[in-house]
């Protein structure tokens, strides 16, 4: 067998983590960055793992009573201009529709856009404006509240430097809206979602999260109120991984949802919107990936074992086979996480240590070697991608019997190491803007830290103290849910401050 | 009990079908036009449908060893420019993106498109020419191939006339796109994938239909071959149902998709693409709604049993509610098709009678009604939707055991009435073209038939027998698999002809 290379992966991440996430979205070929400018294409392996992300997030959007539509692509531009704040977040950088039609070109060489609209259409960013205009026409009554309802779509917002999964000019999403009676209802909604979004980040990404509102300047254009859940990459920098928002009357003022509440009186509705993107495949990339490359939660894994056949040429080549065949049926009869075990054989015409180390790459939990001189004692020698150095030994029916045990234990040691990762590098100490300063240049890493991770730390939640963190390139990441009430003093301006505050460098 | 209204739906199929048609959608509130012209908005009962469609053909999909990927909504205009005849086609009427910025205007009164792009982008009406792109940066040995790729998708083609599911300038669909080493892989390809169409038609949705290649004129535009299903709705009009084209090296060669062949000789590679739409969605309106509304095959039904309870008010309310939930939770637990069978307990708070009604419009396959009299009996009282007006009644058990035989029966009755419906108007009497002519211009009427149907009759396959169809807004719908092989005269021409086609007006 050949000699495991120094890694799979090059740059290590300690090396230069960026181009590390690179690698491993190329060497797993999960996605690339499309000849189209700023756009993705996400390969089957990618994509698979966002489809498992849908199927699990879906079921919990439906158990909390919520129910799939679709609606149009593209918003005339006079209804963006409807919101103010709206506007100002989201019109800036944006496709907009002017042509429907294409007409040779004069000299008959090409093709040009023809037949101007009369109202430009923008592909949406995200659907508070198109869908208010449905909601407004669907609600007359309290009785017609609340609509609680998800679209999965692709949005665009123009970007200018793209960086596959985290940042691109089109990406996939779930965005739910919804529309109440009450403030009280809209609310328990937004936090009802947030929860929805921290149990599928931790239970099914294996990736732990804070959450908790945002401040004012981190807000959703339009929103009241922001929550979000908040995770750690390896190096340091937060990931934004979802976010539950309070819209107030606000998008219901500007699109006149509007509606007679029980004491017969006239009153706007109250909506929320919520949303998760392709991004979380980038957080499960930097939160699990190692230097051999990815690692994918069993829950979320397209294959969650892999059979790969050593078969040496000549007889024993298709008894090999027939044992391979046969041990993945078994696999697939087993269950994991109420579904059946997703147990692939690679017979393809390639090298067999070839084949490991592919799917090492792609993360698969568990590889499974198969070999006449195993086939012979009976047994199956197996690979964790937890311990990938390790090969495990044991009798074939003893390895079926527990596949679901050991995926669930991958599951839980992915998140373990995740949040002990999280909990190392969150950082309490720090009292003063001096040390604040210090730390986020170069003061973390000369204390012997890889980063400076995340600051826990008060804030006295004036808007005018919002540069002294930014200068930095800091921002708050969120006010933790798990707020310690203490007085102390504002890290950022001195002044006394009982909020505690997440200070974090971010995507 | 209310007294049953003549019908549901008003207009009925016979008074007016196109107007029956738009009534049952808005009934059975399954979608409606958006503010956006020729867009449509997809509600959750028509979404639901879309969604179950959307699994069995997944599942299909993947079954015959495709993966999902996620290719640009946008393509630049120079793609599109490079395949003729896919031009012709595609170019003429479709969203153009040329802008990606937008600023206030002159006088801070709106929004005005800003940013012109170097190159305008066409927002796609199918994928073909972006995702060759990537197959041209895929593909280099013969190893590479085949790639077997499926996306799920919206897909803008802008519409004149739109119509909800039927054609609108936004629709969701599934598109196939793979590339070959050799032709004969790729018609192979481009035949099994129709035959998961049939299926798909005929044992999930329960339309029969017809397949079989296009006439040339109506391929794909760019394609070498053409299959389709055709449907016939119950105005005895032709609906193309789903489509799967073999390409050619067409597209390879506009997109330069070169491999190394196993002769070490360079040589195009050979595509196909297919799909199928929301359409369908709309043919199971028009092939199984009556005039109370729609009529849902129960395999692809959000809801496949109602239970409505019916509460006097009183004591016995409670009692009548825990009978009701228990129920369904036992019906749940029997399976059908493979699923845990989808009962809904309809709890809200309005007259037990408007209920029902609503889901007798919406197609539920089994309605149950919950009354005191019937709990102290031990009894159940249901109502099958293929037979609305009769109520039955039978053991609680008994009923609760047979669930997933009476869905069965519901589904098979809807194939047989669809397949009975379309054998009656396929008419193969005809032979000249006077009664062609006739017959689409109210001969078929006259003989005694609601519409003129489909007629199988000869076609000498020539081009220019085109226009002695069309001229009578007839098309020839398929050369059907089944051909005869009989020698006969072209009911256009009268020249000799071979080849028997199917000929109807269509949507």
């Known amino acids: 067998m050949a000699k495991k290379p120094k890694n799979a992966i090059s740059p290590t991440r300690a090396e230069n983590y960026p181009d590390w996430f690179q690698a491993v979205i190329k060497e797993a070929d999960m996605a690339e960055i499309a000849h189209v400018r700023g756009c993705m294409v996400i390969k089957p392996w990618g994509y698979g793992l966002w489809e498992r992300i849908q199927r699990e997030l879906d079921d919990r959007i439906k158990a909390t009573g919520h129910e799939n539509a679709y609606f149009p692509l593209f918003i005339p531009l006079s209804y963006i201009e409807k919101e103010a704040a709206h506007v100002e977040g989201f019109a800036k950088e944006c496709a907009v529709v002017t042509h429907h039609r294409l007409e040779a070109n004069a000299d008959g060489t090409g093709l040009v856009p023809a037949a101007e609209l009369p109202e430009p259409l923008v592909v949406r960013p995200t659907s508070e404006t198109i869908i208010g205009e449905s909601f407004r ?19 665009v917002r123009w970007e200018l430097r793209p960086r596959v999964f985290l ?12 529309a109440h009676a009450s403030e009280a209802e809209a609310l328990d909604e937004m936090n009802q979602m947030l929860e929805v979004y ?16 945002k401040p004012e300047n981190e807000r959703f254009p339009g929103a009241v109120e922001t ?9 340091g920098k937060a990931l934004q991984a979802g976010t539950s928002h309070y819209l107030g009357q606000n998008f219901a003022k500007a699109a006149n949802i509007e509606f007679v509440n ?15 993107s392709t991004r979380l495949v980038g957080g499960v990339i930097m939160t699990h990936g190692d230097d051999d490359g990815l690692r994918v939660p069993p829950k979320i894994a397209p294959w969650q074992i892999v059979i790969v056949p050593y078969q040496p040429g000549g007889d024993d080549d298709a008894v090999i ?19 059946p075990v997703r147990a692939h054989l690679d017979a393809r015409d390639i090298r067999p240590i070839d084949k490991r180390w592919q799917w090492v790459k792609k993360g698969v939990p568990i590889v499974v070697e198969v070999g006449k001189r195993d086939i012979d004692a009976g047994n199956v020698a197996y690979r964790r991608r937890d311990n990938a150095g390790k090969n495990n030994f044991g009798p074939r029916d003893e390895f ?8 669930a234990e991958i599951q839980k040691v992915y998140f373990e190491q995740a949040k002990a990762f999280r909990d190392a590098n969150m950082h309490t100490h720090l009292t003063t803007y001096d040390e604040f300063v210090d730390w986020f240049n170069g003061g973390a890493e000369k204390a012997g830290h890889a980063s400076p991770g995340f600051v826990r730390a008060k804030w006295c939640g004036e808007r005018d103290s919002e540069e002294l963190y930014a200068k930095h390139k800091v921002t708050i990441r969120c006010l933790p849910t798990d707020q310690s009430g203490t007085e102390g003093t504002c890290i950022l301006t ?5 909020l505690d505050a997440i200070y974090a460098k971010a995507y």
């Open 137 to 155: 026409s669907w609600v007359q009554s309290y009785r017609d509240l609340p609509i609680l309802l998800n679209q999965w779509a692709n949005v």
């Open 167 to 178: 940042r691109t000019t089109e990406f996939l999403w779930q965005e739910g809206h919804t």
């Open 198 to 213: 921290r149990e599928l980040a931790e239970d099914v990404l294996a990736i732990p999260v804070l959450t908790g509102p």
């Open 227 to 235: 929550l979000c859940i908040e995770a750690m990459m390896q190096d």
């Open 262 to 276: 029980k004491d017969n009186e006239p009153e706007f509705a109250y909506t929320t919107s919520w949303g998760v």
């Open 321 to 339: 086979m027939d044992y391979a065949k046969k041990l993945q049926k078994d696999l697939c009869k087993k269950k994991y996480d109420g579904l």
């Open 400 to 407: 079926v019997g527990s596949a679901s045990k050991l995926l």
């Open 494 to 498: 001195g002044k006394p401050a009982t």
